[in-house]
């Protein structure tokens, strides 16, 4: 159980287009999902929280019109970057919690996004 | 705010040999939740073991143990019997208790190589 999936796991795109990235959790139903970024060899940072039928709280830094995060249901929360640049290259992961009460989060197994 | 301080960039044990990973936190709270997560080369984010602070007793899960010193803000991991499925990045979490949003704040990571 707690699974959560992401798509694409790979995605190369030319600057400037937009990119859409799924995150969905397959057997339990996430009220809050989380968006994190991740440059090679260093920590999770967290970008947004999100939250079923609501607008996303984004971290001091991140650029909202940039990263749109949309919940539109209690399994599936999507990333779009926006005219994507090089310097958005990355490594993006989603987790999601609800399922107890213990603030455990399920993590995806990640998107690496290249742009050229 | 609260901070979470991994200083051992890199570790490294022998196999079948115990190795301990170190973290501290800050935090003016009294309730919260611990967690160490481990990420192989996969990326994929594992739950290795979780702490409530509430709870004195210190959290084991088969190989792995915690100390946690609530006074000292100090939290950290021990791999016993070390195998090479253990070599990964491994970081320390931090989540509040309650609240609106279970976000995790994490450290900075600490890769450990297992020897053969």
């Known amino acids: 159980g707690a699974v959560v999936s992401q798509h694409p796991s790979r995605v190369i795109c030319k600057s400037g287009t937009s990119v859409k990235i799924e995150c969905r959790s397959l057997?339990?139903?996430?009220?809050?999902m989380f968006w994190y970024r991740q440059f090679p060899k260093q920590s999770l940072m967290l970008m947004a929280t999100?939250?079923?039928?609501?607008?996303?709280?984004?971290e001091q830094g991140v650029e909202k019109d940039k990263f749109l995060i949309n919940h539109a249901s209690l399994t599936l929360s999507t990333l779009t970057v926006t005219s994507a640049h090089p310097e958005d290259s990355s490594f993006y992961i989603c987790s999601a919690d609800g399922l107890n009460q213990i603030n455990e989060q399920f993590f995806g197994p990640g998107t690496r996004l290249t742009v050229l | 705010a609260q901070t979470v301080t991994q200083s051992q960039p890199e570790m490294s044990v022998q196999e079948a040999e115990t190795v301990t990973l170190s973290c501290t936190y800050d935090t003016s709270e009294s309730d919260y939740y611990l967690f160490w997560y481990k990420q192989p080369p996969s990326r994929q984010m594992i739950l290795v073991i979780r702490?409530?602070?509430?709870?004195?007793q210190n959290a084991t899960e088969n190989r792995f143990s915690v100390n946690f010193q609530k006074a000292a803000k100090s939290f950290s991991l021990k791999i016993s019997d070390s195998q090479l499925g253990d070599a990964a990045m491994y970081f320390c979490a931090f989540s509040n208790y309650g609240g609106a949003t279970n976000k995790l704040i994490f450290g900075t990571g600490t890769l450990l190589a297992v020897q053969p």
């Open positions: 702490q409530e602070a509430y709870k004195q």
């Open positions: 999100s939250n079923e039928g609501s607008k996303a709280t984004y």
């Open positions: 057997d339990f139903q996430a009220t809050t």
